[in-house]
């Protein structure tokens, strides 16, 4: 295994084939855990409402639902998929985006999400090389993809996701690989209590509730891996890339300004572009202000 690492290091056409097929895999993988994490969820709170009601469950027992069970299989005919059409991408390829056996369509979403996986994952790896710093970036980069659509799909950043993710930005700061501990508990209290501040006020203002506390959680990772300064910059990355993409989607739905659109999306791109970019954007933008 030391020999792998070693060989990865002193080969850069090596360590991107190995991010690029691990990182398709973790495509797939990914997609498992935007489908099924939601459903795993609202089957916890179902049931947990249920118990602090004290209503009787005279439901049958539900079959065990998790990340690793039941097997993948066609959600249209049950039927089970064979692990050689599985394979991330080129399986989708070769069923022509159909099941194989009831012929519905498959969502070209999958494999685009492992297509985009890979992507991203190997400019990463570009970047940063075979480094500590480049595994933290690339699980960030993992873990923003899967939180991404899953508040596309059910407005939902969950806390099994942000919370494990906090944790590992603070404890890379604990070794060395971002900014100092101090600077990044300050980072991720000031991004959690910012928008925390933003959605009182809002909330005490109109009565409504303008984000999630899911929302809180994403900046405070970006705050505790960047530091309270880069918090500014992710904010109004993402309202601006938010009020546009949004005030778009809603004129092609045909959807009133009213309705609710997740913010969690254009934080995690916006944090993420900070992540990479963030000097040249600050750089950018107060330059743009002064001209």
Same mark, same amino acid.
């Given at each position: 295994?030391?020999?792998?690492?070693?060989?990865?290091?002193?080969?850069?056409?090596?360590?991107?084939?190995?991010?690029?097929?691990?990182?398709?895999?973790?495509?797939?993988?990914?997609?498992?855990?935007?489908?099924?994490?939601?459903?795993?969820?609202?089957?916890?709170?179902?049931?947990?409402?249920?118990?602090?009601?004290?209503?009787?469950?005279?439901?049958?027992?539900?079959?065990?639902?998790?990340?690793?069970?039941?097997?993948?299989?066609?959600?249209?005919?049950?039927?089970?998929?064979?692990?050689?059409?599985?394979?991330?991408?080129?399986?989708?390829?070769?069923?022509?985006?159909?099941?194989?056996?009831?012929?519905?369509?498959?969502?070209?979403?999958?494999?685009?999400?492992?297509?985009?996986?890979?992507?991203?994952?190997?400019?990463?790896?570009?970047?940063?090389?075979?480094?500590?710093?480049?595994?933290?970036?690339?699980?960030?980069?993992?873990?923003?993809?899967?939180?991404?659509?899953?508040?596309?799909?059910?407005?939902?950043?969950?806390?099994?996701?942000?919370?494990?993710?906090?944790?590992?930005?603070?404890?890379?700061?604990?070794?060395?690989?971002?900014?100092?501990?101090?600077?990044?508990?300050?980072?991720?209290?000031?991004?959690?209590?910012?928008?925390?501040?933003?959605?009182?006020?809002?909330?005490?203002?109109? !009565?409504?509730?303008? #984000?999630? *506390? =899911? $929302? /809180?959680?994403?900046?405070?990772? %970006?705050?505790?891996? @960047?530091?309270?300064?880069?918090?500014?910059?992710?904010?109004?990355?993402?309202?601006?890339?938010?009020?546009?993409?949004?005030?778009?989607?809603?004129?092609?739905?045909?959807?009133?300004?009213?309705?609710?659109?997740?913010?969690?999306?254009?934080?995690?791109?916006? !944090?993420?572009?900070? #992540?990479? *970019? =963030? $000097? /040249?954007?600050?750089?950018?933008? %107060?330059?743009?202000? @002064?001209?």
């Amino acid at each position: 295994m030391l020999d792998v690492f070693v060989l990865m290091q002193a080969q850069t056409w090596f360590f991107l084939l190995c991010v690029g097929l691990i990182s398709l895999c973790i495509g797939s993988f990914l997609n498992v855990v935007i489908y099924r994490l939601p459903v795993m969820l609202h089957k916890q709170w179902r049931n947990e409402c249920k118990l602090i009601l004290s209503e009787s469950n005279d439901e049958p027992q539900a079959e065990i639902f998790n990340l690793a069970v039941p097997g993948s299989h066609c959600p249209s005919c049950n039927t089970k998929i064979k692990f050689w059409q599985n394979i991330p991408l080129i399986s989708w390829l070769l069923l022509r985006g159909k099941c194989a056996k009831c012929k519905t369509a498959i969502s070209v979403r999958y494999p685009l999400v492992e297509l985009g996986t890979a992507l991203v994952s190997l400019f990463i790896a570009l970047r940063f090389g075979a480094t500590p710093q480049c595994l933290l970036y690339l699980i960030l980069t993992w873990a923003l993809i899967a939180l991404i659509f899953i508040d596309i799909d059910h407005m939902l950043l969950p806390d099994q996701i942000t919370l494990p993710l906090l944790w590992l930005v603070l404890l890379a700061s604990v070794q060395g690989l971002t900014i100092s501990p101090k600077e990044a508990i300050i980072g991720a209290a000031v991004g959690y209590l910012s928008l925390w501040s933003v959605y009182w006020l809002f909330k005490l203002a109109t !009565g409504k509730e303008g #984000m999630g *506390y =899911g $929302d /809180f959680k994403l900046l405070a990772i %970006f705050g505790a891996l @960047l530091g309270w300064q880069a918090i500014l910059t992710i904010v109004l990355l993402s309202s601006v890339v938010g009020a546009i993409i949004g005030s778009i989607q809603l004129a092609i739905q045909g959807k009133d300004k009213s309705t609710p659109i997740p913010f969690g999306p254009y934080l995690a791109i916006a !944090g993420w572009l900070t #992540m990479l *970019y =963030g $000097d /040249f954007i600050e750089s950018w933008y %107060f330059n743009l202000i @002064l001209a």
